[in-house]
């Protein structure tokens, strides 16, 4: 943190042509050098309007914003130029503040400021990541909630229950004369509620990393049972080329959409089929069909309804079978086989027919029927560390059921504390810092 106090900046837009692009620079010399470089005094909580000079050139008209310290973004002096989105004015802008005496940000620096500021806690200096990242509307709003604050503030509620027992541990032990020891089924009982409220939370992890890094679904089967269509229906749009024709698609085609609020990256593969006169270009297509069933989260298993499942479908359902799978009935329009339906869900991509169940279901598939509605969401590392709290408190708790020496059970109940604090920033070191915020992009 040598250089924390340089003064810094970057560019905070996209660096392409568009209506707008702004430079950013935070520090204690962000407005001398801003001021250096704009025809007009800036004033704090205006919108300055002028033009940007270096050397008596013009070089765009801007709007400049400067917010004084601690009223900012960062908690510093912070200045914002707001010029024509050229790329090229941009990059000039940028390069005649870094000649006045700033630096170019490093990955994540501004936010990275706010932190060590006490702008925001850690927790809401990861949900602008997660907020930018969003792939979904709902995702958004849950990072929102996050940015405003929901997850710190659960967090906090636990970590005050757990200081509090670990307060009255401590006056106990330090002044046993005076303070009475708390009862071993006081902390069996109280640890125990507070450890239900962690593994709660916990148990969402899987559904909010699903909200945050979206899903893969492979479309496979035998050539002409529908792959391509149903890949059609379920984005509503005529993405794939769609013939009779066996062999049709021969390469590997991805396209997004949302499931209630999740997004699902769906893979259309090539036909399955082998010991046949197929081509080299088919073969390579079939050895990525191969290859997308095992990327996928889930798999669509298609068979043609009005044949059956045949032993060469039942040969591609035994490639799927350490994967998820749900098992799809094609062409239900057309006069359907009754045999080797059993499980398997009847949809037409041609009438539309359970197209929408065929959503559903894959949505139960990979969150789960019991999905609680949290306002917040939780990341990787923000579960390791409730992973962590929750191991500490399952130790106190068997300590206590053992009755051991509570300046032992202390030392769990203090653990965890530590634990929750790693969310919240709270308790902190500079490789949690820079696992998180290299993550960000330079304007941020």
Not at 93 to 114: M, Q, V
Not at 244 to 272: H, K, M, P, Q, W
Request: charged letters at 25%; aromatic letters at 6%; glycine letters at 6%.
């Amino acid at each position: 943190m040598s250089n924390f106090f340089e003064t810094i900046c970057a560019i905070s837009t996209p660096l392409s042509f568009g209506g707008i692009g702004i430079v950013r620079i935070s520090g204690e010399c962000a407005y001398e050098i801003a001021q250096k470089i704009f025809n007009k005094k800036i004033v704090e909580g205006k919108i300055n309007h002028g033009w940007v000079i270096h050397n008596n050139e013009k070089i765009d008209e801007a709007i400049v914003l400067y917010f004084k310290n601690p009223k900012s973004y960062t908690g510093e002096d912070v200045v914002e130029f707001q010029t024509h989105g050229s790329p090229v004015v941009i990059k000039k802008i940028l390069n005649i503040i870094i000649s006045l005496g700033a630096r170019l940000a490093d990955r994540g620096e501004f936010t990275k400021r706010a932190f060590l500021n006490g702008k925001l806690d850690l927790s809401e200096a990861e949900a602008v990541l997660d907020l930018i990242n969003s792939k979904t509307a709902k995702s958004a709003l849950k990072n929102a909630s996050n940015l405003s604050g929901a997850l710190s503030i659960k967090i906090n509620e636990i970590r005050e229950k757990i200081l509090e027992i670990a307060s009255r541990i401590t006056a106990s032990v330090d002044f046993p004369e005076d303070v009475a020891e708390v009862s071993y089924e006081y902390l069996i009982e109280t640890l125990g509620k507070i450890k239900d409220e962690i593994d709660q939370i916990l148990s969402n992890a899987n559904s909010h990393n699903i909200m945050r890094e979206g899903i893969k679904i492979a479309v496979v089967g035998r050539p002409n049972v529908g792959k391509s269509s149903l890949f059609n229906a379920l984005l509503n749009l005529e993405r794939a080329i769609v013939t009779d024709i066996a062999g049709t698609t021969r390469d590997i085609i991805t396209e997004s959409f949302e499931i209630d609020g999740v997004c699902a990256t769906l893979i259309d593969t090539a036909g399955i089929r082998e010991n046949e006169d197929i081509d080299k270009v088919e073969k390579i297509g079939i050895n990525q069909a191969k290859s997308a069933i095992e990327e996928a989260d889930i798999v669509l298993m298609l068979f043609d309804g009005s044949v059956g499942i045949t032993p060469k479908d039942e040969e591609i359902f035994e490639l799927c079978k350490e994967k998820r799978g749900i098992l799809v009935s094609t062409k239900s329009d057309i006069n359907l086989s009754a045999k080797n339906t059993t499980g398997a869900l009847l949809v037409s991509s041609k009438t539309g027919e359970n197209i929408n169940k065929l959503k559903e279901i894959i949505f139960k598939e990979v969150m789960g029927t019991n999905v609680e509605n949290t306002d917040f969401t939780t990341n990787q590392r923000q579960q390791e560390s409730l992973k962590n709290a929750s191991c500490f408190l399952n130790n106190a708790i068997s300590a206590s059921r053992a009755c051991e020496l509570q300046d032992l059970i202390l030392i769990d109940v203090k653990s965890a504390l530590i634990s929750l604090g790693e969310i919240t920033g709270e308790v902190v070191n500079d490789e949690i810092l820079n696992g998180i915020f290299d993550k960000f992009c330079i304007g941020k």
